[in-house]
């Protein structure tokens, strides 16, 4: 039996994995870096290779590649920390078997490292060719980000439909970022250097929307004094996003049906029929299945637009994405108004996770925009955000036993007892900064930061230096004395810090 390959520059990742792998009875072999994975395969291949994307020199994309190149039947996984739309279509397209989120849940990983052994020398997850495929799709620009598990589902439909045209139903409700879909889709496509025309079906009148969809001859109508090319006319060799096509017109449902069928259409009062290659992706936040039982959506256009359905949750059903999604939506609107982006508070953050959101991520963006020019500072605090938050916070003020941020950690909130020492030196200030920096550490753990650790023990060391320092009048000695260190080793510290 030929070993599993784990790559990661993360020597704790490697051992979790070691670990795991040992108790299911697999052999492994274990590399710090691409290079030394790429240079063993000289001598022999693995089962399976499970790499990291980030490392050192070379990335694990770039790993798989070459793995890809000169053995195309061994399955590969990539786990990236960075759980984006980019990364899983990266994977994907580079002929990758599948890709693990970090962080992940290890019986999760070994099912995965299961399945990929069972593949019994298939080819990646695209087929052959996939790789050559991946380099001529631009980047997605457009900040598609999750860590919940259905968005991490929904990137993997995506990453793994990068190589096809088929036609795509997506449900989900107003706001949710359907439109952002389809441009992903449209993105990581064969026809991305083609167009992506998009249209809302439910904002053209229905007396315009024939027109709109499929263009018109001069006089066809009063008004129409010009040929016009419509929708059809204009993505053609690329994408078509029809928005809310539960509202389409039982008429045009027909004229629609056909186009599907062959690609062929009239323009409005035109003799010739003109014919289109165009992929459709539809959308819509109402259950067509219910619309076809009431007769107001034929049932052969449903099952022609229901090929492949994609399902985007709202954003109250994956609330851990709220953190993530609301840094990179002050980051950009930051760089719109040419400003340094804003930074929200632990207390801030808890009341937007507890936010229902019934205008989704579309509400979020929004309301980051808002504080990016109202609130009266970089550190945006509870009293900063929006009057409707306030309000929706007193109408749904939580109950005295209801679960806070705690919950899920087996205590219920304000049930936790105080630390003695923290209530002997400091009383409820010492108690808040510590709260604080727990939720710091969970708002990034949740953001899929890595370094964590490393990161606040350095921002907590050289805040007691900083302090001792003011307490004693910039007295190194004497401000080491009051921390309990030596002379040396406040030195030392103070170097490594960059306080020097």
């Known amino acids: 039996m030929k070993p599993i390959w784990i790559v990661d520059d993360d020597r704790s990742i490697r051992w979790v994995l070691e670990k795991s792998l040992a108790r299911a009875g697999w052999p492994y072999r274990s590399f710090a870096a691409a290079r030394e994975a790429l240079d063993a395969l000289e001598d022999e291949f693995p089962q399976v290779l499970v790499s990291d994307v980030r490392m050192p020199g070379m990335d694990g994309l770039e790993l798989l590649r070459r793995v890809k190149q000169h053995h195309p039947q061994v399955p590969v996984i990539i786990m990236t920390a960075y759980s984006d739309l980019d990364s899983a279509v990266a994977s994907f397209q580079s002929g990758a078997f599948d890709y693990l989120p970090k962080p992940f849940d290890v019986e999760d990983a070994v099912q995965l490292i299961g399945r990929a052994m069972r593949r019994d020398g298939a080819q990646g997850a695209l087929g052959e060719g996939a790789a050559a495929g991946a380099s001529g799709n631009p980047a997605f620009q457009v900040g598609m980000l999750g860590q919940a598990p259905a968005m991490q589902e929904l990137f993997r ?4 439909l990068s190589n096809s045209s088929a036609t795509v139903l997506i449900t989900g409700e107003s706001g949710s970022g359907k439109e952002l879909v389809a441009r992903a889709l449209h993105q990581h496509s064969p ?29 066809a109508f009063t008004g129409a004094h010009a040929r016009r090319a419509g929708r ?20 045009l449902q027909t004229r629609l049906l056909r186009v599907l069928g062959d690609g062929s259409f009239y323009r409005v009062g035109g003799a010739s029929p003109l014919k289109v290659n165009v992929r459709v992706i539809a959308a819509t936040h109402q259950p067509l299945e219910q619309r076809v039982r009431q007769g ?7 099952h022609r ?30 760089r719109q108004l040419g400003m ?12 937007l996770m507890r936010f229902a959101f019934p205008g989704n991520v579309r509400q979020l963006e929004n309301i980051c925009h808002w504080l990016t020019v109202m609130a009266p500072s ?6 900063d955000l929006p009057p409707e938050l306030h309000e929706w916070e007193q109408r749904n003020e939580p109950r005295p036993d209801a679960p806070g941020p705690e919950a899920g950690r087996g ?8 630390d003695p020492v923290v209530a002997e030196r400091g009383g409820a200030a010492a108690e808040r900064w510590l709260r604080d920096l727990e939720q710091v550490a969970l708002t990034r753990l949740q953001a899929g930061e890595t370094q964590i650790m490393q990161e606040l023990t350095r921002a907590f060391e050289m805040t007691l230096i900083q302090a001792a320092l003011r307490a004693t009048g910039g007295r190194r000695v004497d401000a080491a004395a009051r921390l309990g260190l030596g002379r040396n080793t406040i030195t030392r510290k103070m170097r490594e810090l960059g306080m020097e």
Request: hydrophobic content about 45%; cysteine-free; aromatic content about 6%.
């Open 411 to 418: 205590e219920p909130a304000g049930s936790r007892p105080e």
């Open 305 to 334: 637009l229901n090929v492949i359905r994609l399902r985007l949750p709202p954003l109250r059903e994956r609330a851990e994405d709220i953190p993530l999604l609301a840094e990179h939506f002050l980051r950009a609107s930051g």
């Open 232 to 251: 059809f006319e204009e993505a053609d060799g690329g994408t078509l996003f029809l928005d809310e096509i539960g509202d389409m017109p039982a008429t």
């Open 340 to 351: 340094d982006a804003k930074k929200l508070s632990p207390a801030a953050l808890r009341v």
């Open 191 to 219: 026809r991305a250097g083609k167009p992506f025309v998009a249209i809302n079906t439910a904002a053209i009148a229905a007396e315009l929307l024939e027109s709109e969809l499929f263009g018109h001859e001069r006089g």
């Open 378 to 383: 970089q550190w945006i605090d509870v009293s």
């Open 157 to 160: 439909a995506i990453g793994r």
């Open 296 to 302: 107001s959506f034929r049932e052969d256009l449903f």
